[in-house]
C-alpha cells in the first residue's frame, strides 16, 4: 500500500505540473503548437518534471528501508550522528580540481582575459574606425559634399544657420569667403589663427597704420565681394597694401598668406580642426572630426561659399 | 573547534559579515581612493562658477541634460572624450543626471562658446529650429546670489580641503591658482571681475552695462559654469 500511495502521488504532481505548463504555454494559443521551439520547450519540461520525481522516488524508498552500517565519527549533534565514510572518489577529483582551478583563474585567468568596459569600448572605436576606413576610402566628390552636408548640420548649424547664413552675426556667414566686417576687423586687429596652415608662418600684423577709416571700409568691401573689379578706389589700396602678402587677386602666398579671395578644402579643414577667433567672435576647434570627416565638412563649405 | 561560534548564532552571522565584507574593502576602497582624484586639469570652482553651478541646479537643467559621456563610439563621436570619475572630484553633489531630454552637456565648452550660450538661453529656437528648450528671460534680470556661492566655496575648502590658493596642475604642464577670496567683500568684487570677463567675450549689450554697474545677472554665472564644462 505504502508503494502505491507514493506513485499515486507521484503520478498526480507530474499531471499537475503539465497543467500548469500547459495553462502557461496554452493561455497563448500562437505560442503552443505554432513554433517548433514550444514543442521543444514543453518535451524538455516533461523530461525534467519526470526525472525529478523518479529520483526522488528512488530515494524516498532507499530511506524507508536502508539500513545504515558503519563506525560513527565522534561528534554527534542533538543526537544526530556522522559515519566515518570514505571521500567518493568523484567528490575528491572535483574538489582537487578546483583548488588547481582557482589558483589558475587567479594568476592568469582572470588578469588575462579580465573584462573592461574601456577595453570593449577601445575594441568598438578599432573597429568602426577600420569599417569607415573600408567603406569611404575612395569618395567621389558628390559622395563627400553629402558627407559634409551631414556633419554641417550635426556641428556647424547650431552657430552657422541650416542656410549658413551665421544666424544674425552668431557666427562667419558662410555664403561668401569673409564678411566686410570681418575683414575690417583683422586689419585693424591683425590676426593669428596659423591661416596660412604651416608651423612657421607668423600671423597678420595690424595694418591700420596709414589707412583712414574709410579706407578700411572700401577696401574691406572690395576684398568682401570677391575683389569687385567695380570698386577701384578699394583695388588701389589693395595693391599697394595687401597684395604683397596676399597675393594681386587675394589668392594667397604659399607659407606667407591665406587665399582670401575663395575658400579653399584645406583652409576650411585647417579652420575647423583649430578653430579661429576673429571680428565676429570665438569659434571651438573641432577635434573629433577624423580626415576622411574633416575633408568631407571642408569640401561642402567650400561649395556653399561658391554658390554651388 | 569553533563549536563555540555555532553555539553563538549572532556572533557568528557578524563574524561571517566581517569577513566577507573584508574581501569587499580590499577589492574596493583602494581602487575607489584612486579614481576619486582629480585628474590633472580638473580645477576647483571659482566663485562665480559656483554660483552659477547653484543656478543650473536651482533651474533644474540636470532633469534634462545629463553630464556624464558613457564610453560608448557614438557618444563619445557626438559629446568628445568619455567621462572620468576624477572629472567630478569637486563635485558635491554631482550633477550626472539620468535624463536626456536634451543632450549631454559634459564638454559643451569644447564645442560652444559663451556668445552662443548668451543667444541660446533667451531663446533656443532661434539658434536651433524646432528646440524643446524653454527659454530662460528671467535669468537675464534676476540677481546672481553670490553670498551663497561663497559660503559653498568657503565650506568646500574647510570641510572638504578643496585646493583654494594653491597651484593646481594643467594639461599643458603649466599650473593655475584658483583664488577664495578671505571675506565677503572681496568675494563680491571677485565675482564682479569674473563677470566681466564673461560678459566682455559675449555680446549682449544690456549685460556688459549690468556688469559695468556692479550687477551680476544670474545668466552671466551660468554662463562662467558652463564655460568650464570641459
Same mark, same amino acid.
Given at each position: 500500500?505504502?508503494?502505491?500511495?507514493?506513485?499515486?502521488?507521484?503520478?498526480?504532481?507530474?499531471?499537475?505540473?503539465?497543467?500548469?505548463?500547459?495553462?502557461?504555454?496554452?493561455?497563448?494559443?500562437?505560442?503552443?503548437?505554432?513554433?517548433?521551439?514550444?514543442?521543444?520547450?514543453?518535451?524538455?519540461?516533461?523530461?525534467?518534471?519526470?526525472?525529478?520525481?523518479?529520483? $526522488?522516488?528512488?530515494?524516498?524508498?532507499?530511506?524507508?528501508?536502508?539500513?545504515?552500517?558503519?563506525? %560513527?565519527?565522534? /561528534?554527534?549533534?542533538?543526537?544526530?550522528?556522522?559515519?566515518?565514510?570514505? !571521500?567518493?572518489?568523484?567528490?575528491?577529483?572535483?574538489?582537487?580540481?578546483?583548488?588547481?582551478?582557482?589558483?589558475?583563474?587567479?594568476?592568469?585567468?582572470?588578469?588575462?582575459?579580465?573584462?573592461?568596459?574601456?577595453?570593449?569600448?577601445? *575594441?568598438?572605436?578599432?573597429?568602426?574606425?577600420?569599417?569607415?576606413?573600408?567603406?569611404?576610402?575612395? !569618395?567621389?566628390?558628390?559622395? !563627400?559634399?553629402?558627407?559634409?552636408?551631414?556633419?554641417?548640420?550635426?556641428?556647424?548649424? #547650431?552657430?552657422?544657420?541650416?542656410?549658413?547664413?551665421?544666424?544674425?552675426?552668431?557666427?562667419?556667414? %558662410?555664403?561668401?569667403?569673409?564678411?566686410?566686417?570681418?575683414?575690417?576687423?583683422?586689419?585693424?586687429?591683425?590676426? /593669428?589663427?596659423? !591661416?596660412?596652415?604651416?608651423?612657421?608662418?607668423?600671423?597678420?600684423?595690424?595694418?591700420?597704420?596709414?589707412?583712414?577709416?574709410?579706407?578700411?571700409?572700401?577696401? $574691406?568691401?572690395?576684398?568682401?565681394?570677391?575683389?569687385?573689379?567695380?570698386? *577701384?578706389?578699394? #583695388?588701389?589700396?589693395?595693391?599697394?597694401?595687401?597684395?604683397?602678402?596676399?597675393?594681386?587677386?587675394?589668392?594667397?602666398?604659399?607659407?606667407?598668406?591665406?587665399?582670401?579671395?575663395?575658400?579653399?578644402?584645406?583652409?576650411?579643414?585647417?579652420?575647423?580642426?583649430?578653430?579661429?577667433?576673429?571680428?565676429?567672435?570665438?569659434?571651438?576647434?573641432?577635434?573629433?572630426?577624423?580626415?576622411?570627416?574633416?575633408?568631407?565638412?571642408?569640401?561642402?563649405?567650400?561649395?556653399?561659399?561658391?554658390?554651388? | 573547534?569553533?563549536?563555540?561560534?555555532?553555539?553563538?548564532?549572532?556572533?557568528?552571522?557578524?563574524?561571517?559579515?566581517?569577513?566577507?565584507?573584508?574581501? +569587499?574593502?580590499?577589492?574596493?576602497?583602494?581602487?575607489?581612493?584612486?579614481?576619486?582624484?582629480?585628474?590633472? +586639469?580638473?580645477?576647483?570652482?571659482?566663485?562665480?562658477?559656483?554660483?552659477?553651478?547653484?543656478?543650473?541646479?536651482?533651474?533644474?537643467?540636470?532633469?534634462?541634460?545629463?553630464? &556624464?559621456?558613457?564610453?560608448?563610439?557614438?557618444?563619445?563621436?557626438?559629446?568628445?572624450?568619455?567621462?572620468?570619475?576624477?572629472?567630478?572630484?569637486?563635485?558635491?553633489?554631482? &550633477?550626472?543626471?539620468?535624463?536626456?531630454?536634451?543632450?549631454?552637456?559634459?564638454?559643451?565648452?569644447?564645442?560652444?562658446?559663451? =556668445?552662443?550660450?548668451?543667444?541660446?538661453?533667451?531663446?533656443?529656437? @532661434?539658434?536651433?529650429?524646432?528646440?524643446?528648450?524653454?527659454?530662460?528671460?528671467? &535669468?537675464?534680470?534676476?540677481?546672481? =546670489?553670490?553670498?551663497?556661492?561663497? @559660503?559653498?566655496?568657503?565650506?568646500?575648502?574647510?570641510?572638504?580641503?578643496?585646493?583654494?590658493?594653491?597651484?593646481?596642475?594643467?594639461?599643458? +604642464?603649466?599650473?593655475?591658482?584658483?583664488?577664495?577670496?578671505?571675506?565677503?567683500?572681496?568675494?563680491? @568684487?571677485?565675482?564682479?571681475?569674473?563677470?566681466?570677463?564673461?560678459?566682455?567675450?559675449?555680446?549682449?549689450?544690456?549685460?556688459?552695462?549690468?556688469?559695468?554697474? +556692479?550687477?551680476?545677472?544670474?545668466?552671466?554665472?551660468?554662463?562662467?559654469?558652463?564655460?568650464?564644462?570641459?
Amino acid at each position: 500500500m505504502k508503494i502505491n500511495k507514493l506513485y499515486v502521488s507521484a503520478i498526480v504532481m507530474i499531471l499537475l505540473m503539465l497543467g500548469f505548463t500547459y495553462i502557461a504555454v496554452g493561455m497563448d494559443s500562437k505560442s503552443a503548437g505554432g513554433d517548433i521551439v514550444n514543442d521543444l520547450a514543453i518535451l524538455g519540461a516533461i523530461v525534467i518534471f519526470s526525472a525529478t520525481i523518479i529520483v $526522488a522516488i528512488k530515494y524516498v524508498r532507499q530511506m524507508q528501508t536502508d539500513k545504515a552500517t558503519g563506525k %560513527l565519527a565522534e /561528534d554527534n549533534w542533538d543526537g544526530i550522528g556522522e559515519y566515518e565514510n570514505e !571521500l567518493p572518489i568523484g567528490w575528491s577529483i572535483i574538489f582537487l580540481g578546483t583548488i588547481v582551478w582557482a589558483f589558475w583563474y587567479m594568476l592568469f585567468g582572470y588578469p588575462v582575459n579580465a573584462y573592461s568596459q574601456i577595453g570593449e569600448y577601445n *575594441k568598438d572605436v578599432k573597429i568602426s574606425n577600420a569599417k569607415f576606413e573600408k567603406k569611404y576610402t575612395n !569618395l567621389t566628390k558628390t559622395q !563627400l559634399t553629402n558627407m559634409g552636408e551631414s556633419i554641417f548640420i550635426v556641428d556647424c548649424a #547650431a552657430c552657422h544657420g541650416l542656410a549658413a547664413d551665421g544666424l544674425n552675426g552668431t557666427a562667419a556667414n %558662410l555664403n561668401k569667403r569673409i564678411q566686410v566686417k570681418s575683414v575690417e576687423y583683422v586689419i585693424e586687429h591683425g590676426s /593669428d589663427n596659423h !591661416l596660412s596652415a604651416h608651423e612657421l608662418a607668423t600671423g597678420m600684423p595690424v595694418m591700420s597704420a596709414g589707412l583712414t577709416k574709410k579706407q578700411i571700409h572700401t577696401v $574691406a568691401e572690395y576684398v568682401s565681394n570677391g575683389f569687385d573689379k567695380s570698386n *577701384k578706389a578699394g #583695388a588701389k589700396i589693395f595693391a599697394s597694401t595687401c597684395a604683397s602678402c596676399h597675393g594681386a587677386d587675394g589668392y594667397g602666398t604659399p607659407y606667407v598668406a591665406p587665399n582670401i579671395h575663395t575658400f579653399t578644402p584645406t583652409l576650411v579643414a585647417h579652420i575647423v580642426g583649430h578653430g579661429k577667433h576673429g571680428g565676429i567672435g570665438v569659434m571651438p576647434a573641432f577635434k573629433n572630426l577624423n580626415p576622411v570627416q574633416l575633408k568631407a565638412v571642408a569640401t561642402y563649405v567650400t561649395a556653399i561659399s561658391k554658390g554651388e | 573547534m569553533f563549536h563555540w561560534l555555532e553555539k553563538h548564532p549572532f556572533l557568528f552571522a557578524v563574524g561571517v559579515f566581517v569577513v566577507i565584507a573584508f574581501a +569587499g574593502l580590499v577589492e574596493v576602497l583602494p581602487n575607489f581612493a584612486q579614481a576619486s582624484q582629480p585628474i590633472i +586639469g580638473t580645477k576647483p570652482y571659482t566663485i562665480l562658477e559656483y554660483a552659477g553651478r547653484q543656478v543650473y541646479i536651482h533651474q533644474d537643467c540636470n532633469a534634462c541634460h545629463s553630464q &556624464l559621456i558613457r564610453p560608448f563610439k557614438s557618444s563619445t563621436e557626438r559629446y568628445g572624450h568619455y567621462s572620468l570619475s576624477g572629472e567630478y572630484a569637486y563635485d558635491r553633489p554631482f &550633477l550626472w543626471g539620468s535624463e536626456r531630454t536634451g543632450p549631454d552637456l559634459h564638454r559643451v565648452a569644447d564645442y560652444r562658446t559663451i =556668445d552662443w550660450n548668451e543667444k541660446h538661453m533667451i531663446n533656443p529656437e @532661434a539658434l536651433v529650429p524646432g528646440s524643446i528648450m524653454p527659454k530662460y528671460p528671467w &535669468l537675464y534680470k534676476d540677481p546672481t =546670489d553670490i553670498n551663497t556661492a561663497y @559660503a559653498t566655496q568657503v565650506a568646500a575648502a574647510e570641510f572638504f580641503h578643496v585646493p583654494y590658493n594653491v597651484p593646481i596642475p594643467l594639461k599643458n +604642464g603649466k599650473t593655475t591658482i584658483i583664488p577664495l577670496a578671505p571675506n565677503l567683500a572681496a568675494a563680491h @568684487a571677485m565675482a564682479l571681475k569674473e563677470a566681466k570677463a564673461i560678459v566682455d567675450q559675449g555680446s549682449d549689450k544690456t549685460l556688459q552695462e549690468d556688469v559695468a554697474h +556692479g550687477k551680476i545677472p544670474q545668466i552671466v554665472a551660468l554662463l562662467a559654469y558652463l564655460n568650464q564644462l570641459k
